[in-house]
């Protein structure tokens, strides 16, 4: 049973930093039936958005406004991906929830981390 854990959310100030992570469990990261790894997020009164994605190969996008501020990684040897956010505004305040997505097009999320950033 593939089980995602996101930790690493919690309340910043703007400005600040935070790096979310995403464990997986039932489930390799480096796994040929995975596509892709993506952090999404979902304000209050929002729809989910992507933030950033990480195929199994090591390409990686970002939503424009996450570009230069947000890095995700991964380390295969702790089956862990990293959202590194820097230079936080309020409002990326939201959930941040992890996915993986495999070939075959199923779906698979965690519960998500709050992440809340004030002025």
């Known amino acids: 049973q593939v089980q995602l854990v996101e930790s690493g959310g919690g309340p910043v100030q703007a400005g600040g930093s935070l790096r979310l992570s995403c464990t997986a469990s039932?489930?390799?990261?480096?796994?040929?039936?995975?596509?892709?790894i993506t952090w999404y997020r979902q304000g209050a009164e929002k729809q989910r958005e992507l933030v950033a994605s990480?195929?199994?190969?090591?390409?990686?996008n970002y939503a424009d406004s996450a570009k230069g501020r947000f890095t995700i990684s991964r380390d295969n040897a702790k089956n862990t991906i990293y959202l590194q956010m820097n230079n936080l505004k309020p409002e990326v305040t939201a959930a941040y929830y992890c996915?993986?997505?495999?070939?075959?097009?199923?779906?698979?999320w965690g519960q998500g981390t709050q992440v809340t950033v004030s002025s």
């Open positions: 996915n993986i997505r495999s070939l075959l097009g199923q779906d698979y």
């Open positions: 039932g489930i390799s990261f480096s796994d040929y039936r995975i596509s892709v």
């Open positions: 990480i195929t199994r190969g090591g390409s990686t």
